[in-house]
């Protein structure tokens, strides 16, 4: 059991509590980004619901062929419940990549099908039950599970545009359906489904990047982690674990994951990707590198739209770190209105269909202003402050409320604008 999950000596842990019947009712794996988190949650819900369980060793083996294991890896089992914000176009571009490299064989092929499941596993009827915003997601719903139909069945000449069809819908389900943060509606109803009997021998909650929640949705967690059903294990994953509330974290077992070093990311890569020519870098960095836009990319976008701010407001300071950063990526001057100035972000940042992107492009504001005012002055804070509280309410606009990267860029280059002449 945990073969999947490579590199982390926390699994010793997890594999001695559930041999000796120690396992806690809620859990909590925490640990950086791409540590193995989410994927030891669900090779221990695979474990649990095992029907062909041995008294000790070989317990629940990743190619046991048991129904319940079957559709554990495929993450189709109705014991199984994914929630909770995070990023997946990455993972699916990747998966997509080494799918295609290599479609005939079918770890390639499982891997690529399982990382879009873990996206459709956030509009699971069980989660969305009488919202009406579920509409609108389905006609994409249904797209992207008769393209994982369709992978089975066609041919060699026409599976790059199948995939292709495929990654498209998963960048748009994400950017229109995933939030930044957990409603408290689908903690509810999480609760309310923990209560249910399990059609086979128990179920799994998982809650990944628990931190990211308000009070109402803290507190209705509370309700469960306080009295937790008989038969559900409930998973948290955080990689801020300091964000959880200390309510929460006293109910939980923690088991923390650390980060893998060169030569275990290395291998992640050849065994669980298939790339023997994977580059040394970081999990997180090696699948952000098949998305359509990269950091490359918004870096001098950003410096762009500082830039043009800054022109409007008479910040020469600001302006004259960041527009020959904009100048030498060949996207001109600074942009005089803020038309212009949304267009040409949005056309380099393919307007962010990678929902994801619009919060690297606002983490590169931060960064390019903090460059230019690299002083202590009253002024300079000042600035500082102005473009930190502003970047705050335009990926609160995008994540929470999900407003359009295009409408929050027209107002937050507005508002910059406004604030900084005023000031």
Not at 5 to 19: A, H, K, M, N
Not at 56 to 68: F, H
Not at 268 to 281: E, G, M, N, Q, T
Not at 333 to 345: T, Y
């Amino acid at each position: 059991m945990f073969e999947n999950v490579l590199g982390q000596p926390v699994i010793s842990l997890l594999r001695e509590d559930i041999r000796g019947l120690k396992l806690a009712p809620s859990l909590l794996f925490s640990g950086p980004p791409a540590s193995g988190k989410g994927s030891a949650a669900l090779e221990l819900g695979r474990i649990l619901s095992c029907e062909n369980q041995a008294p000790t060793g070989a317990l629940a083996p990743w190619n046991c062929v048991c129904p319940a294991c079957t559709r554990h890896r495929q993450l189709t089992h109705p014991d199984l419940l994914l929630l909770g914000p995070r990023s997946f176009s990455a993972e699916i571009a990747a998966s997509a990549a080494a799918f295609l490299r290599d479609h005939q064989v079918n770890a390639t092929r499982f891997l690529f099908i399982r990382s879009v499941r873990k996206l459709l596993a956030r509009f699971s009827p069980v989660l969305w039950e009488g919202d009406s915003d579920i509409r609108k997601l389905n006609p994409l719903i249904q797209s992207l599970d008769e393209g994982l139909d369709e992978i089975g069945i066609t041919d060699t000449g026409s599976l790059q545009k199948t995939v292709e069809g495929i990654l498209k819908n998963s960048f748009k389900l994400e950017a229109e359906g995933v939030g930044a943060l957990i409603p408290v509606a689908h903690i509810r109803r999480a609760s309310f489904w923990s209560r249910l009997a399990p059609q086979g021998k128990r179920k799994l909650l998982v809650i990944e990047n628990a931190d990211r929640m308000k009070d109402e949705a803290r507190n209705s967690l509370l309700k469960i982690l306080e009295e937790p059903p008989k038969t559900v294990t409930i998973v948290l994953t955080t990689a801020l674990k300091d964000a959880l509330l200390p309510t929460i974290l006293s109910r939980l077992r923690p088991y923390r994951f650390m980060a893998r070093d060169k030569a275990v990311e290395a291998e992640v890569l050849r065994k669980i990707f298939r790339d023997l020519d994977a580059p040394s870098v970081p999990i997180q960095s090696y699948l952000d590198s098949f998305l359509p836009i990269s950091g490359e990319t918004l870096y001098p976008l950003a410096a762009l739209f500082v830039a043009s701010v800054a022109r409007g407001s008479g910040n020469t300071l600001l302006e004259k770190h960041t527009a020959p950063i904009a100048e030498s990526a060949g996207l001109g001057r600074p942009c005089e209105d803020i038309k212009s100035l949304s267009a040409a972000v949005l056309k380099g940042a393919d307007n962010f269909v990678i929902r994801s992107r619009f919060s690297q492009f606002l983490r590169f504001l931060l960064t390019l202003v903090g460059e230019s005012l690299n002083t202590a002055s009253l002024d300079a804070a000042t600035c500082r402050d102005i473009w930190r509280a502003a970047v705050r309410e335009a990926e609160t606009s995008v994540g929470t409320y999900n407003l359009s990267p295009a409408l929050a860029l027209d107002r937050l280059a507005w508002e910059l604008r406004e604030a900084m002449t005023q000031r």
